[in-house]
């Protein structure tokens, strides 16, 4: 798929000298992702992994002619890393950290109206798209190239997800991971028209979870604007009032937010709605074949 | 995080919320030397405890003398309250605010919440104050008055008299309306509040807007730049197996069933609940060991999972990215061994090192039940369970 990540897009790290990105960037470079550099401030003009390091965003991008770029800075300072690529006029940003406060990203997509770039994230696995590259945490391994568009808020459960449908023998267009936080860059609705408008994709799984109206929005746009069929799994089922599962965002604060009340929004809307995580991969099947 | 109601009102004063003068204390004669200091003719006495409801379940008393105070408190202190919040077996009260009580000529709601839709922080009220805001919001949403806020600019003066027209605070009230939903909003953003609300909002004696019952709670991804917000944390008001959890890293959240619930990511630990009650079976907890866990978090997860009792078996579920079924393995292999564990165990492993992970455990003695995948794990970890309480089944009837 040729919107966030496709064969021609530079991807940069930002924290690229740090551990994490720097094993993540190999892992992807492996898999043949265009790693043009990376930004650790302080560091311009050295190398690391045989590629140039920047002290700035805007440098990298005059540099290197980046378009995507994967923040692995720590959360206290994601928002500003967020700011810095929006500022140097990154397309496609994708935030990997756990724990940004709420308030700043509140900020962050403040400062994103008008501009061109969209936020794949916070607390997300990132994108993948077999066969081309990634940008995130994820075990390419499992994936493989195919026609199912992915996009999940929670990366174990997308990797749960392929690993079922791997078994049938479905591959995917790409994977992109929305993220768990309550105030995330890109909704689902956004991805699902991406998706929509790709020639490679066939049909789109969504996996959602309780909190939120993002799930029954993107069930609601789908409807009136989706022609692919729709795959919707909502994890959460058994989980209590008022509690936080594990993602901040992942909290019934309200009958809507329940994992039931969402199913049976996207059933009553006609898209092919998972109940038991076991069958994601069997729905999927039955949803193309049908 | 969550904060006693004493707590936020003495935040809301400092931002120039009025509420009522009073004090918090711990003893019956403290509270009747409060009631003296503050004077006035009635007092109230509210027991602080983290939870709704409390009205309702007897810890909100008046009382029209310094000794009927004494008494109130007195009976509210050391008692267990029960609300719909606190789970049958109810929260001890340790600590009960004295107030001045007001004569409420009128009461309305004021609150904010980070609205998902829009991405910003939202200003609620309404004139239907004292009452449950979410049932205002389902029966009647045409009484709930909402403005979304730049937080550029923050929230400006147009906006709450916006707002106060709307719910009818005119006159002598106007003013006060928007000093006190700026003053709110400043509270929240200058504490990484997540949310902060007042109800009621009350019309008292002499037209004097009055906070007399307010509620915040706090983004915990940035209490490390709240200090003063952090030092508010009441453990007592906390399960001990959560504080425990989330001083290994792990997220912890205890649940009614008997299945305890190792897993990796929320995600997959909100499937693997959902798996094991299609099944029939019911989840003891949510447990995410997140990414990147070592043998020691493993077995750390292990202890607090047996720490609840109903616990009789426990099922592992680990989808490896960033993470390692040799190092989870481990982990198991560690805690069965320090803990004594005798109860069945399900895994499922799957992802990075995956043959690895296999390999430790079969190479020890222990009798693992092996899962092959999701819905094989939650299908064997049901059949466990529904075999234990077979045999325990009769006994308990002897009993009853």
């Given at each position: 798929m040729s919107v966030f990540l496709n064969k021609d897009s530079r991807v940069i790290f930002q924290g690229f000298t740090g551990q994490h990105a720097t094993f993540h960037a190999e892992e992807a470079m492996k898999i043949g992702t265009k790693v043009t550099g990376g930004v650790t401030p302080g560091k311009g003009g050295t190398k690391h992994l045989d590629l140039p390091v920047f002290d700035t965003v805007e440098e990298a991008v005059q540099a290197t002619g980046a378009d995507v770029s994967g923040i692995f800075a720590p959360p206290p300072f994601a928002a500003d890393a967020i700011m810095e690529a929006i500022d140097a006029g990154i397309k496609t940003i994708v935030v990997i950290a756990d724990g940004i406060p709420v308030q700043d990203m509140?900020?962050?997509?403040?400062?994103?109206?008008?501009?061109?770039?969209?936020?794949?994230?916070?607390n997300t696995p990132g994108i993948?798209?077999?066969?081309?590259?990634?940008?995130?945490?994820?075990?390419?391994?499992?994936?493989s190239p195919g026609r199912i568009g992915i996009v999940s808020r929670s990366g174990t459960l997308n990797y749960e997800a392929v690993a079922q449908m791997s078994d049938l023998g479905l591959g995917q267009s790409s994977s992109i991971?929305?993220?768990?936080?309550?105030?995330?860059?890109?909704?689902?609705?956004?991805?699902?028209?991406?998706?929509?408008?790709?020639?490679?994709?066939?049909?789109?799984?969504?996996?959602?979870?309780?909190?939120?109206?993002?799930?029954?929005?993107a069930a609601r746009w789908a409807?009136?604007?989706m022609r692919k069929p729709l795959?919707?799994?909502?994890?959460?089922?058994?989980?209590?009032?008022?509690?936080?599962?594990?993602?901040?965002?992942?909290?019934?604060?309200?009958?809507?937010?329940?994992?039931?009340?969402?199913?049976?929004?996207?059933?009553?809307?006609?898209?092919?709605?998972?109940?038991?995580p076991a069958d994601i991969g069997a729905t999927v099947l039955r949803a193309i074949k049908s | 995080m969550n904060i006693h109601e004493y707590q936020t009102k003495d935040l809301l004063k400092h931002y120039g919320v009025p509420v009522p003068p009073g004090r918090v204390v711990h003893s019956d004669a403290q509270a009747a030397m409060v009631a003296e200091e503050i004077g006035g003719a009635r007092w109230?006495?509210?027991?602080?405890?983290?939870?709704?409801?409390?009205?309702?379940?007897?810890?909100?008393?008046?009382?029209?003398?310094?000794?009927?105070?004494?008494?109130?408190?007195?009976?509210?202190?050391?008692?267990?309250?029960?609300?719909?919040?606190?789970?049958?077996?109810?929260?001890?009260?340790?600590?009960?605010?004295?107030?001045?009580?007001?004569?409420?000529a009128r009461e309305y709601y004021v609150g904010l919440v980070i609205d998902r839709a829009t991405r910003r922080i939202t200003l609620v009220a309404s004139a239907e104050g004292g009452v449950d805001i979410e049932e205002v919001a389902e029966k009647t949403p045409e009484l709930i008055i909402r403005e979304i806020i730049d937080p550029a600019v923050g929230l400006l003066d147009f906006q709450c008299r916006k707002v106060a027209y709307k719910v009818g605070l005119k006159g002598s009230l106007l003013p006060?309306?928007?000093?006190?939903?700026?003053?709110?909003?400043?509270?929240?953003?200058?504490?990484?509040?997540?949310?902060?609300e007042i109800n009621p909002l009350a019309v008292v004696d002499n037209d004097q807007l009055l906070a007399l019952d307010a509620k915040m709670s706090f983004d915990d991804n940035a209490l490390y730049r709240r200090p003063a917000i952090s030092e508010l944390r009441d453990f007592d008001e906390e399960d001990p197996k959560e504080v425990e959890a989330t001083g290994h890293g792990l997220n912890y959240i205890a649940l009614d069933g008997d299945v305890g619930c190792i897993v990796n990511g929320a995600g997959l630990a909100m499937a693997t609940m959902d798996a094991i009650t299609l099944h029939g079976g019911s989840p003891a907890n949510f447990l995410d060991v997140g990414g990147g866990a070592t043998p020691?978090?493993?077995?750390?997860?292990?202890?607090?999972?047996?720490?609840?009792?109903?616990?009789?078996?426990?099922?592992?579920?680990?989808?490896?990215?960033?993470?390692?079924?040799?190092?989870?393995?481990?982990?198991?292999?560690?805690?069965?061994?320090?803990?004594?564990?005798?109860?069945?165990?399900?895994?499922?492993?799957?992802?990075?090192?995956?043959?690895?992970?296999?390999?430790?455990?079969?190479?020890?003695?222990?009798?693992f039940i092996i899962a092959s995948d999701l819905n094989d794990a939650a299908a064997i970890a049901v059949a466990e369970i529904n075999k234990i309480v077979k045999k325990v089944a009769p006994l308990e009837k002897e009993h009853s």
């Open positions: 509140v900020r962050v997509e403040r400062y994103r109206l008008g501009t061109h770039s969209v936020i794949i994230g916070p993948i798209t077999p066969g081309v590259g990634k940008v995130g945490i994820m075990p390419s391994h499992i994936y991971g929305i993220g768990g936080d309550p105030v995330n860059g890109t909704d689902f609705a956004t991805v699902l028209k991406a998706f929509e408008d790709d020639p490679e994709t066939d049909a789109v799984l969504m996996i959602g979870e309780i909190g939120g109206p993002q799930e029954v929005d409807k009136k604007n795959i919707c799994y909502v994890a959460g089922l058994s989980a209590p009032l008022g509690r936080r599962m594990g993602h901040a965002g992942a909290i019934i604060s309200s009958e809507s937010d329940t994992a039931t009340a969402k199913i049976d929004t996207m059933e009553a809307l006609g898209m092919f709605v998972v109940r038991n | 109230v006495v509210k027991a602080q405890i983290h939870s709704g409801g409390r009205g309702k379940a007897g810890g909100v008393r008046v009382g029209s003398s310094i000794e009927e105070v004494r008494v109130i408190a007195d009976e509210i202190l050391g008692s267990l309250l029960v609300t719909h919040q606190t789970g049958t077996e109810g929260r001890l009260v340790r600590r009960v605010l004295v107030e001045q009580a007001s004569t409420i006060q309306a928007v000093k006190v939903m700026k003053g709110l909003y400043r509270c929240m953003r200058d504490n990484d509040a997540l949310m902060a020691e978090k493993v077995a750390n997860a292990f202890h607090i999972v047996l720490q609840d009792p109903a616990v009789k078996i426990i099922l592992i579920n680990i989808f490896a990215g960033i993470n390692r079924c040799d190092w989870i393995a481990t982990g198991i292999i560690q805690a069965m061994r320090d803990q004594n564990i005798k109860m069945p165990i399900i895994i499922r492993l799957a992802g990075t090192n995956v043959e690895e992970g296999r390999a430790i455990l079969n190479d020890s003695k222990f009798p």
